[in-house]
C-alpha cells in the first residue's frame, strides 16, 4: 500500500498544499519555541559566563554544603594568594566589586571597581586601549561608559570610595564592556589588586575565586579541595567553569523558564488548530476518493490496508511538513539574530543554540499530530463497502451526526466550567476561574456542531435577499454541516482568544486608570527631594513648565516633616504639605483635598479625631485617602504655626491637558525632565502612572495577539483548502449551474459569500464567547484590587470581524477563479 499511498500524494498534490502550509506553520512555531528557549539559555551562557571564559575551575561559598554553620565562609585576598601557591595552579583572581562614586568635570557616576593584575588573566577583563593599571592611582574603565561619560586614556578623575575617602585617579586603559547583566548596569572600573584591597576595606572579600591549571582539572580540584578543608572552609564548591555558568544561569532563571512555558502554551493552541484542518483536509478527500477506495476493496484490498494507505500519506506528508516547518523556525531566528547583531553591536553575545532535542521533537509532534488527526478519517475509509463503487455518491451533501456521547460530555465539562468560571469571578478567585474556562471552552467546542451549522444558516437566510448566488451560498455553507463545523471551529478558537485577550486587557486598563485617579489627585508632581532647589527657584521653574504645551497649570509647594502627637507613646513626625489654596486647586483632580484656613487634609495617615494639635495651633481634620507627598495644609495657616524645621523640601504640582495621549505623556515628562534638571524617574504622578501601565498592558496584549495570529493564519488556511475542495468536489454541480445560466461573475460571487459566511460566523460566535471569557476572567483577576471598570474595545473588534471577513474573501479568490475558468462542458463531461 506504500505504492498507493504515494501515488494518491502525487495525484492530488494540490489538495495536501493546505495541510502541508498548516502542519509546517504549527511545527515551525513549536521548533522556534524551543530554539528560543536553548539560545537564551547559550546567550546567558555568553554574557553571565563572560568572568569564567578562560577558566578552568571556579570556587565559591555555597550554603547549602555546610548549612549548619552560623556564617559563610569568606573568599579573601588572602585566600588569593594561597591559592597562587599551590603547584597545580598557574593563575588565579578573585571576583568581587566594590562600589565608588567618580566625578568628572561635569558629573558624578557609580562604578564599581573589580580587582585586576596583568600577570593573573587581567580579573577575566579584556584590554582593548592602553595599558593595565599598575599603582594605586590608576584605572582602567569600560569604554562604553567612558564614552558616555566623556573620559580616554590619560584623563585625570576624583574617586570616592564607599567611606566618602576621596582621590585622584589617572585613566590608564579601557576594557570591553561587560555584557553580564549583572554588572553591566554601572561602569565597571578596574584597580591594582592593592588599591581594591585599601577601598575595599579591613572586610575585602571576593564572591569566587576563577582558576586555571597546570595539571589535570581533578588533580587541581582534589587539591583545592584539600586546601580548603585544612582551612576548614567546608562550604566552598570547586566546580568546572562550564558548570558554574549552568549554575549562574539556573539561578538568574529560577531553574526554570516562564517566557518558554508562555510559548508553548500558544504553539498547543496553533497545532491544535492545525489539527483540525488535518481532520477537515483528509475528510473532504476520503469523501471525494470514495469510488475509488470502494474499488480497491472490489480488487481484494482489505479494510486495514485502506486504513494503511491513508495513514501512509498522512506520514509522508507530516514528515515532510514537518521538517520544513523546522527548517524554516532554525532560518528565521538565525535571520533575526544576524539582524540584531547588525544592528545592536552592544549584542554581539547573542548566540543561536538549536540543540538536537529542538530539532527532533517538532518533526515527532508534526507527524504524531498529523497522523492522529487523519486517523478518524482513515477509519471512515476502512468502513467502506466494495458496492459503494457502484452506488451514486455525492461527497458534498455528505452528513456528519455529532455523536450523543461527545454531546453529552461536552455538556457536562460547558456546565460545569461555565459554573466554576462564574463562580472564580464572582469571588475573586483566579485559580477556580481558570479551571472553569479549561473546562468550559472545550465542552464548547464538543458542542459546536449544535450552534455553528444553524448559525450560519441563520445569517445566511439573513444576508441571501433575492440573490441566486448567496441564496445558494447559504445552502452550500451548511450542506456538510460537519465540515463546516471543522472549519468554522479552528478559526473560532483563535478569535476567541484573540477577543478574550482584548477584552480582558482593556478591562485591566479601564479599571486601573480609575484606581489611579482615586490615589493620585495630581496628574504630575515634581519633588525636589536633593534640596538644591529652595521655594524661590521652584516657583521659578513652575511658570517654565507652565509655558510647555500640554500643561495647563501648575502650583508649588514645600514639604515639612514635623513632630505631632497621634496618641502613640512618642511623638510621630509627619510632612506638611504647604500650599497656596487657589493655586493648588486648579492642578487637583479632586477639590476635597484643597486645604480651607485653619485645616489639615491627613492623607497619609487614618486620624479619628476632629481636631489636632500641631505647634501652638489646633486645626481642624479631613481624611483624604489620596497619594500625596505630605498632608496638605495652607500656607498661610502653616506660617502661623511657627514652625522651623532644616528638614523640608519644595516640589511642583502639574496638571496636564485632557487630550494627551500615552506617546505624548512621555515627551512631556523628558521636557519636564530637561527644564527642573529632576530624573525622569522620579517625576510621578496620576498620568505617568496611567501612561505607564497603558504601555505595559498594550505591549503585552500586542505580543499575545502575535502569537494567536498564528493559529488564525492557520484557521484562514483551512476556510481557503474548505473551499478548494468543495470546488473540486461540485465540479459537475457548479458546471450544470453554469449551464443554466449562472454567470462566472455570480459564481464567484456563491464562493465569496460562502466563505464570508464560515469565516465571519466563526469570528462572530468567537468575539462571543472572547467578549464573556474576557470579562470574567479580568473579574476574576482584578475584582480584589478595588471596584471594577468594565470596557470593551468595540473598534478594535470590529477590526477583528472586518480582518476575518476580509482574509474569507481573499481565501475565496484562487477557488473562484479556478471554479469560473472551467466551461461547463468540460465541467459536466468530470467524473
Known amino acids: 500500500m506504500l505504492h498507493v499511498a504515494l501515488s494518491n500524494i ?59 554553620a552560623e556564617e559563610m565562609s569568606t573568599l579573601s585576598p588572602d585566600t588569593v594568594a594561597d591559592i597562587r601557591a599551590l603547584s597545580g595552579v598557574s593563575k588565579a583572581y578573585g571576583l568581587g566589586y566594590v562600589y565608588g562614586q567618580m566625578h568628572t568635570a561635569d558629573n558624578g557616576y557609580t562604578v564599581q571597581i573589580q ?60 576594557q570591553r564592556s561587560s555584557a553580564n547583566p549583572r554588572t553591566s548596569a554601572y561602569a565597571l572600573a578596574g584597580m591594582s589588586e592593592k588599591a581594591w584591597s585599601h577601598i575595599a576595606g579591613e572586610q575585602a572579600s571576593f564572591d569566587s575565586i576563577v582558576i586555571n591549571g597546570d595539571a589535570s582539572l581533578d588533580a587541581v580540584t582534589d587539591e583545592l579541595l584539600d586546601y580548603f578543608a585544612t582551612k576548614k572552609m567546608k562550604d566552598i564548591a570547586v566546580v568546572t567553569a562550564d ?22 502554551i500558544f504553539a498547543l493552541i496553533a497545532l491544535v488548530v492545525t489539527g483540525l484542518v488535518v481532520v477537515n483536509t483528509f475528510s473532504v478527500v476520503i469523501a471525494q476518493r470514495t469510488r475509488e477506495l470502494a474499488l480497491l476493496r472490489i480488487l481484494g484490498a482489505k479494510r486495514k490496508q485502506i486504513r494503511s494507505s491513508v495513514l501512509l500519506e498522512a506520514l509522508v506528508i507530516g514528515v515532510l511538513a514537518s521538517v520544513v516547518g523546522v527548517v524554516l523556525a532554525v532560518a528565521l531566528l538565525a535571520g533575526l539574530i544576524a539582524i540584531l547583531h547588525a544592528t545592536v553591536p552592544a549584542m554581539s553575545y547573542a548566540a543561536l543554540a538549536v540543540t538536537p532535542f529542538g530539532l527532533i521533537v517538532p518533526i515527532i509532534v508534526g507527524i504524531l499530530m498529523t497522523v492522529i488527526a487523519a486517523s478518524l478519517p482513515a477509519r471512515r475509509a476502512m468502513k467502506l463497502a466494495p458496492l459503494a463503487a457502484l452506488r451514486p ?21 460547558t456546565a460545569l466550567g461555565a459554573a466554576l468560571l462564574i463562580y472564580g469571578a464572582l469571588k475573586g478567585d483566579l485559580l477556580i476561574a481558570f479551571l472553569g474556562g479549561l473546562l468550559s471552552f472545550p465542552g464548547i467546542l464538543m458542542l459546536a456542531s449544535l450552534f455553528v451549522p444553524r448559525s450560519v444558516a441563520g445569517i445566511g437566510k439573513l444576508v441571501a435577499g433575492n440573490s441566486t448566488a448567496r441564496r445558494l451560498a447559504a445552502l452550500n455553507a451548511v450542506r456538510n454541516p460537519g465540515r463546516t463545523t471543522s472549519t468554522a471551529t479552528a478559526l473560532l478558537i483563535g ?56 500643561v495647563t497649570a501648575t502650583s508649588t509647594f514645600v514639604v515639612t516633616d514635623v513632630p505631632v502627637d497621634l496618641g502613640e507613646e512618642e511623638p510621630i513626625n509627619i510632612g506638611l504639605l504647604s500650599v497656596d489654596p487657589e493655586s493648588f486647586s486648579k492642578t487637583v483632580l479632586d477639590q476635597k483635598i484643597v486645604p480651607q484656613p485653619g485645616e489639615l487634609v491627613f492623607s497619609q495617615w487614618d486620624y479619628e479625631k476632629p481636631t489636632i494639635k500641631i505647634g501652638n495651633k489646633t486645626l481642624k481634620v479631613k481624611n483624604s485617602g489620596a497619594l500625596l507627598a505630605g498632608n496638605p495644609i495652607a500656607e498661610e495657616t502653616f506660617k502661623s504655626l511657627g514652625i522651623k524645621s532644616d528638614n523640608e523640601y519644595p516640589g511642583i504640582t502639574i496638571k496636564v491637558d485632557d487630550g494627551i495621549s500615552g506617546s505624548k505623556i512621555n515627551e512631556l515628562v523628558t521636557e519636564i525632565s530637561d527644564i527642573t534638571g529632576v ?40 476556510v481557503a483548502n474548505t473551499l478548494s475542495l468543495s470546488v473540486l468536489e461540485r465540479t459537475r454541480e457548479n458546471s450544470l449551474l453554469r449551464a443554466l445560466g449562472l454567470k462566472k461573475k455570480q459564481l464567484r460571487s456563491m464562493l465569496a459569500t460562502e466563505a ?21 476572567g479580568a473579574r476574576a483577576a482584578l475584582s480584589a484590587m478595588g471596584p471594577m ?19 474569507a474573501l481573499l481565501a475565496s479568490i484562487t477557488p473562484g477563479r479556478r471554479a469560473s475558468k472551467l466551461s461547463p462542458v468540460e465541467g459536466l463531461a468530470t467524473e
Open 679 to 718: 530624573d525622569s524617574s522620579m517625576i510621578d504622578g496620576g498620568v505617568v502612572m496611567k501612561s505607564m501601565f497603558s504601555q505595559i498592558i498594550d505591549v503585552l496584549l500586542t505580543i499575545v495577539s502575535a502569537l494567536l495570529a498564528v493559529a488564525v493564519l492557520i484557521a484562514l488556511i483551512g
Open 789 to 807: 471598570t468594565y470596557s470593551i474595545p468595540w473598534w478594535q473588534l470590529v477590526a477583528v470581524l472586518a480582518i476575518s471577513i476580509i482574509a
Open 115 to 174: 580587582s585586576v593584575d596583568p600577570k593573573q588573566g587581567l580579573g577575566g577583563l579584556e584590554l582593548v586601549e592602553g595599558r593595565a593599571p599598575l599603582s594605586d592611582n590608576e584605572m582602567m574603565i569600560d569604554e562604553a561608559h567612558a564614552e558616555t561619560m566623556g573620559v580616554s586614556v590619560g584623563d585625570v578623575v576624583a574617586l570616592d570610595d564607599e567611606q566618602g575617602k576621596a582621590q585622584n585617579v589617572k585613566i590608564v586603559g579601557l
Open 10 to 68: 502525487k495525484t492530488y498534490a494540490r489538495r495536501y498544499i493546505a495541510v502541508v502550509l498548516a502542519v509546517a506553520i504549527g511545527t515551525a512555531f513549536l521548533a522556534a519555541t524551543l530554539a528560543v528557549n536553548s539560545s537564551t539559555q547559550a546567550t546567558l551562557k555568553n554574557s553571565l559566563g563572560e568572568a569564567y571564559k578562560d577558566a578552568d575551575l571556579v570556587a565559591y561559598a555555597d550554603a547549602d554544603l555546610d548549612p549548619d
Open 393 to 413: 455518491f455525492d461527497a458534498a451533501s455528505m452528513k456528519n451526526r455529532a455523536g450523543i456521547v461527545r454531546i453529552i460530555f461536552g455538556a457536562l465539562l
Open 756 to 776: 464570508v459566511l464560515i469565516g465571519g460566523v466563526a469570528a462572530l460566535l468567537g468575539m462571543i464567547l472572547g467578549v464573556a471569557y474576557g470579562l470574567l
Open 243 to 264: 558548570q558554574k555558568v549552568i549554575d549562574d544561569v539556573a539561578q538568574m532563571t529560577g531553574g526554570s523558564d516562564q517566557l518558554t512555558m508562555i510559548l508553548l
Open 495 to 550: 478569535v476567541t482568544l484573540v477577543t478574550m485577550i482584548m477584552v480582558g486587557g482593556q478591562t485591566a486598563k479601564a479599571s486601573m486608570n480609575n484606581a489611579i485617579a482615586g490615589e493620585y489627585p495630581v496628574d504630575m508632581n515634581v519633588s525636589f527631594y536633593e534640596g538644591n532647589v529652595n521655594d524661590a527657584k521652584a516657583k521659578e521653574l513652575a511658570q517654565k513648565i507652565n509655558a510647555v504645551e500640554g
